[in-house]
């Protein structure tokens, strides 16, 4: 015998089309909300459009928001309409109609939705290839290069509770200034020497951990000038949240002409550094410690590292 | 169990809360470091001249932690050391600082910190002598620096003349007392900012010894290698 199928509801007499009644306020509110997204908002989005990176994580965001507001549109126009519509009315003891499924509603609900994930999924990996990873650090042997020719090399270092900045064409020099120039690709190496920091360029859409003994490689081209906010966005100690300075963006002239400037200045400093290299083995330090201790020369509280080291506290 | 009890015991229980939060308020928000001022007196923003002690000894033997290395800063009113990092200066003022440096050497983690930053003229003054940089790799040179990240200063701190020999085991030290050799004096002068507020300080020698990276243990309580310049208007 077979199984007998679910008996669907019977349309009740003059009921309304709710499909459709709900359908057209959600298409108005839905093309408004993304034309207001689109158009209004859009420019104001975080990280702005200084650079390539943040241009691109702008756009990313809108098109999110673009496709999610319909979406939220329907489920709160849905909702609404079944409390206005749907609402037990005074006096009115009656159970409501037993729910049935829709298969039609359900199969379109799943179809849309999975679409959209499925397009999200490659539109981001689209985004992370053609925006040369999309300001995110890509560590130390990055896919996400294309369009990158001639790039400026910039070593972020982060060190408790800094970050300096290594220019290699320019004579290696050191700073703790971070400037940079317009309409030129800049190459970040982002590492660290002693704990793991992360390098936000705010307005420049970058961010890279910073993690001793890696280079983490990051791309961004700036188009306009500005100022840029860095902070160390990775818990680092006491002073993490005072680990933040001011680079800015100058044209290329103007970049050029100080860090000339600041190579022949910091000359005699970058006499004392290790040689460019992309990562800082910081056992470096402790095998002098060492030396020194074996010569006789002590240092604060008498030793560099105990033979404990590690000790927590 | 009776009435008396119960209350007695919800009592008992209130008053145990009470002095818990007390103790986590006066112990932890409020029994820091005291704060040395050199602001009394000095009308901001003038430019006028306020003169700044501190010294750097190798341990701290008058805390709980006597093997952690340590600053104190002199109070202006009674010349006493006190064991503290915090002071607060005029805002808009020539800050002329004064550092003995009575610990050892430890070499830079980074020897870009060797470099004399923020100062009047780029430079500090080891015995009076001029230097706008150390190195602390070629030999026994930097001991500590003090550096305040906010207005871009950095001042490594010379070590004794003879490294090898016993350094002062009790703190705080005495320049009066300690034989020449065994200590230096590194002065300078900054402009403290017009914009008031709390500008940290630090050392970046990783002496925290014992600790991950050297950085840990003194280098990250306030009252030993880090602190706080408030400056007020």
Same mark, same amino acid.
């Given at each position: ?96 109609? &037993?729910?049935? $499924? ?7 609900? =799943?179809?849309? @939705?999975?679409? !959209?994930?499925?397009?999200? *999924? ?87 951990? &910073?993690?001793? $003994? ?7 081209? =700036?188009?306009? @000038?500005?100022? !840029?906010?860095?902070?160390? *966005? ?80 | ?233």
């Amino acid at each position: 015998m077979a199984a007998e199928a679910p008996a669907q509801p019977p349309a009740a007499a003059g009921e309304p089309n709710h499909g459709l009644r709900i359908f057209i306020p959600w298409l108005v509110l839905s093309v408004v909300a993304d034309l207001i997204i689109w158009i209004v908002w859009r420019p104001h989005m975080p990280p702005g459009a200084m650079s390539s990176a943040a241009a691109n994580q702008q756009f990313d965001i809108a098109i999110m928001a673009v496709l999610a507001a319909p979406v939220m549109i329907l489920v709160l126009t849905y909702f609404a309409y079944a409390l206005i519509v749907w609402r037990q009315k005074p006096g009115d003891e009656e159970d409501g109609p &037993a729910i049935h $499924g829709n298969t039609r509603i359900q199969a379109t609900w =799943i179809v849309l @939705t999975s679409v !959209i994930v499925l397009f999200l *999924a490659v539109f981001g990996t689209v985004e992370l290839f053609t925006a040369q990873g999309s300001g995110a650090g890509e560590g130390g042997s990055p896919i996400f290069t294309s369009d990158v020719k001639g790039p400026l090399q910039v070593q972020v270092i982060g060190q408790q509770w800094r970050f300096t900045y290594r220019y290699p064409q320019y004579g290696g020099f050191e700073t703790t200034d971070l400037v940079l120039p317009t309409n030129t690709w800049v190459e970040f190496h982002v590492t660290s020497i002693d704990v793991i920091h992360s390098f936000w360029a705010y307005q420049l859409g970058v961010k890279a951990d &910073a993690n001793p $003994g890696v280079d983490n490689v990051a791309y961004a081209k =700036i188009y306009h @000038t500005g100022s !840029i906010t860095v902070r160390c *966005a990775e818990l680092c100690g006491l002073w993490h949240g005072a680990m933040f300075d001011y680079g800015k963006a100058v044209s290329p002239a103007a970049f050029h002409a100080w860090a000339q400037g600041a190579e022949v200045h910091l000359a005699a400093v970058t006499k004392l550094l290790p040689p460019y290299a992309l990562t800082y083995d910081p056992t470096v330090v402790p095998q002098m410690s060492k030396a020194m201790v074996a010569a006789g020369l002590t240092g604060a509280p008498g030793l560099y590292y105990p033979p404990t080291d590690p000790a927590q506290p | 169990m009776s009435l008396p009890a119960r209350v007695s015991l919800l009592i008992v229980a209130f008053l145990a809360v009470v002095a818990i939060g007390a103790f986590v308020v006066l112990h932890y928000f409020l029994g820091g470091p005291a704060t040395v001022d050199y602001s009394a007196g000095v009308t901001p923003d003038t430019g006028a001249t306020v003169h700044v002690v501190l010294q750097e000894d190798p341990q701290n033997t008058v805390s709980t932690h006597p093997d952690w290395v340590s600053y104190f800063i002199q109070n202006p009113q009674t010349k006493a050391w006190e064991h503290t990092t915090l002071f607060k200066v005029p805002a808009g003022s020539r800050i002329d600082m004064t550092i003995y440096g009575f610990d050892g050497c430890t070499p830079l983690r980074n020897p870009v910190w060797g470099q004399v930053t923020g100062t009047i003229g780029d430079v500090a003054y080891v015995n009076g002598k001029p230097v706008s940089q150390l190195n602390s790799y070629s030999g026994c040179n930097v001991g500590h620096t003090f550096s305040i990240p906010g207005i871009n200063l950095n001042v490594p701190m010379a070590t004794p003349s003879n490294p090898s020999a016993n350094l002062c085991a009790t703190s705080p030290c005495s320049p009066t007392t300690t034989a020449k050799n065994l200590y230096k004096v590194v002065t300078f002068s900054f402009n403290s900012p017009r914009a008031t507020g709390a500008y940290f300080w630090q050392c970046r020698v990783p002496c925290g010894g014992g600790f991950v990276t050297g950085f840990g243990g003194p280098m990250q309580t306030l009252g030993f290698m880090t602190g706080n310049m408030e400056v007020v208007s």
